[in-house]
């Protein structure tokens, strides 16, 4: 299922189940791309990247991309064009978000559209849109020093089962080293196949998700603010050898731990 809503300076787009399309670019847009359930495949500016739910990926105007999902995989996609979208100072093209909240500020944004009756209220309703975005993007940057993010904040409030909310606070504080499962499941009082799912379904992600995409968060940080060597960084957030943080930071990222530190320092 495609949905496509667009006006004469933002186009919103849903993709559901299967679907592919051809490289392209847009000399005068922005766009940001947003799995909500499943991952995504995406290629730009040569670069291979795999999107887990939350991850989103910032497309600056004139660079190549192009995408696919699979059965059961669902993305956003928000293009703005540039006169509209001020980017957020020092925002990257990587950043993180809640994947229900972005499905749901999706809803708003559409139906807003959908009942514009006039010019003032289609304005109103972009203007919405730009906002939310602008601050989804602010929110999910990553946090000086590994702290808290203001997204991560908005996660803990949102999710009601207290003891749901301690194992998040055990995971966001032992990450670096090996989460059992069974441990987290005991501090949510839930058998470990019902915590899995409870776990995913308020957070959006698996508990191994979560612990991956801390460790990669805290990696990137690491790379491209200290001179800490892949080795290091490997060993400290947990990992069984470099050759695996190798492989889990490449497919994350879609560049090698050598090359993001390059890259990230100009």
Known sequence: MKLEMTTGRLELYKYEEAYVNEPHRHSDWFQVTIPVRGACEFTQSGKNYRLAEGEVLLQRPAEEHHFRTGPGESVLIVKLHESLFPV??????????????????????????????????????????????????????PAAGGQETESETELIASIVDPHLRDAWDYIRAHYKSAVPVETLSAIALQSRYHFIRSFKAATGLTPHQTVLKLRMREARRLLAGTSETVTAISAGLGFSSASQFYRAFLKDTGKTPERYRHDSRG
């Open 88 to 141: 957020p100072q020092g925002c990257g093209n990587r950043l993180d978000v809640n994947p229900s909240e972005a499905a749901e500020k999706f809803g708003f944004w559409t139906s807003g559209l959908i009942n514009s009756r006039n010019e003032q209220s289609l304005r109103a309703a972009e203007s919405l849109v730009v906002l939310d975005v602008k601050r989804m993007l602010e929110a999910g940057m």
